[in-house]
């Protein structure tokens, strides 16, 4: 009895989902942000084939995840109990056989399901049935779960929701803590008490239960505080509403992801929702600026597009080999972060000009990113003595007395080597758009 009670003491006190995967960013394509309910086999082996042909699955992009609508809508097989795929849209023995096809190309393969009854789209979903759903997956060969947060019933839900930045409610948050109007939980609000939290807990324990490892996406928009349980929970989490091709929407969910990024590291991460690149609506410098901003978070990376359709130069842009090296660095878990808002006090909330300077390390040196929120061209500095780490590097060289050295640097763009800079490195930032170096020593 004794040496039971002390096993449980020193158990840790925050478990997650250790199964072995998800230590990096997730790196895939998903169907919703493309396709959304119009889907079918054929949509997800063509995905597939694009991942392979067009060099994606060479760079690390590796799931394939079938999102909302993959179900027969009318409800579970009334023996097994088992949700049923749709014989129409996965004709060749249901998920199932999806996922052999999928994996037989070296790729992995996600499901979707809702912590409610019914799915967004209004198909059987997964709360009450975890166990049985989790062991379906796992059957059919599933590595990645989307769980959304439609549809939960009334005595499951939460009567606050802690501070989600959402636009539309006018949230605020200031270093981390909820101000302004809205839906707040009282300060002292235990979250991981939440029945939002306790949802999300017994699909990760169902998952847990497998012999299949199986990377846990939650989505619960990061309503219950999420950010507060996420990284005992799953491997990433949403922290906003959804994405779409707006670029305001994009700008409103960099800026409050943005004030998350200390919960962000190793096999954990705020997720700001699934790439648009590609998609109609966004200019290059656009697509730009949301991939790089994304990677630097080190979001998920789940493009959500058409691949027979893309361009090269979004092609290019989900390529970047230094921003993919920096989001799937395997020494250096945390995410970039701002070291200047720019336009706004540090620290200011605001959904149209968020912070605009960041900066992270990585193995390959430090990646010193200018986003321009305004719609025309602008005149920017990156000044090496305002970033955290550069500033150190310098002092330590001076201490020294060898010398100062400056830092040589290379356009992520571009991938040019652009010389040795001694203080700063002046950019003009197109409209939209970001500037990014990659700085390093060795120069004299
Ligand atoms: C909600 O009701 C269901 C069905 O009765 C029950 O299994 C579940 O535990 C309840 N949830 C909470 C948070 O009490
Ligand atoms: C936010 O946190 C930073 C770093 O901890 C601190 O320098 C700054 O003063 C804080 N700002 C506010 C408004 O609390
Ligand atoms: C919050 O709730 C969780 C889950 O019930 C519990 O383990 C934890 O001790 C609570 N924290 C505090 C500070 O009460
Ligand atoms: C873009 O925003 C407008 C206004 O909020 C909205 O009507 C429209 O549906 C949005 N577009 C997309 C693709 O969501
Ligand atoms: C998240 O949890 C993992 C263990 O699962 C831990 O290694 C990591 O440091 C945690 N992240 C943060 C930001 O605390
Ligand atoms: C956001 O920042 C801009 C630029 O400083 C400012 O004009 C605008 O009023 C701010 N918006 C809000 C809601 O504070
Ligand atoms: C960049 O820094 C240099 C040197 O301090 C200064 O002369 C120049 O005006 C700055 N440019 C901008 C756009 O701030």
Redesign the pocket.
């Known amino acids: 009895m004794l040496s039971l009670v002390l096993q449980l003491a020193l158990a840790p006190a925050v478990a997650g989902l250790a199964n072995g995967i998800g230590r990096l960013p997730a790196m895939g394509w998903n169907s919703w942000n493309a396709y959304h309910c119009d889907i079918t086999e054929a949509k997800f082996l063509d995905a597939a084939d694009k991942i392979v042909s067009l060099g994606l699955k060479d760079v690390g992009y590796e799931y394939v995840n079938i999102d909302d609508c993959w179900s027969v809508k009318s409800g579970r097989d009334p023996t097994t109990h088992r949700i049923v795929p749709d014989p129409e849209r996965f004709p060749d023995n249901g998920i199932q056989g999806t996922a052999e096809k999928v994996h037989a190309l070296g790729l992995k393969i996600g499901i979707y399901s809702s912590a409610g009854t019914e799915t967004c789209a209004g198909y059987p979903a997964s709360i009450g049935y975890e166990e049985i759903d989790a062991a379906t997956w796992a059957e059919w060969g599933i590595d990645y779960l989307k769980y959304d947060n439609c549809n939960v019933p009334a005595n499951w839900t939460d009567t606050c929701n802690g501070c989600v930045p959402d636009s539309k409610l006018g949230d605020e948050i200031v270093n981390g803590t909820c101000i302004g109007p809205g839906n707040w939980c009282p300060v002292g609000y235990n979250y991981t008490a939440s029945n939002t939290a306790e949802r999300y807990r017994i699909m990760r324990d169902a998952l847990a239960n497998q012999n299949r490892p199986i990377l846990y996406s939650i989505c619960d928009w990061g309503q219950g505080g999420v950010q507060e349980w996420g990284n005992a929970t799953g491997h990433s989490w949403r922290s906003t509403d959804d994405i779409n091709t707006n670029w305001s929407k994009i700008v409103e969910l960099l800026n409050a992801n943005s004030f998350y990024l200390n919960h962000v590291n190793f096999w954990g991460r705020s997720d700001p929702d699934m790439l648009e690149v590609g998609n109609p609506g966004l200019s290059a410098a656009e697509a730009r600026s949301h991939f790089a901003l994304w990677a630097a978070m080190k979001s998920p990376l789940l493009i959500g597009t058409d691949l027979a359709a893309i361009s090269d130069d979004n092609l290019a842009i989900l390529k970047n080999k230094h921003l993919l090296a920096f989001n799937q660095d395997d020494v250096y878990g945390a995410p970039a972060t701002p070291y200047k808002w720019g336009?706004?006090p540090d620290w200011?909330f605001?959904?149209?000009?968020p912070a605009e300077y960041w900066s992270g390390e990585y193995q390959g040196g430090t990646l010193a990113l200018v986003f321009n929120p305004y719609s025309t061209s602008q005149a920017r500095n990156i000044t090496f003595s305002e970033i955290p780490g550069l500033h150190a590097k310098a002092h330590h060289v001076q201490g020294r007395g060898r010398g100062r050295k400056g830092y040589r640097a290379t356009d992520i763009w571009t991938d040019k080597d652009l010389g040795c800079f001694m203080d700063y490195i002046a950019v003009d930032v197109e409209g939209h758009d970001t500037a990014g170096v990659v700085l390093r020593e060795g120069c004299r």
């Open positions: 336009t706004n200011t605001n959904v149209s000009y």
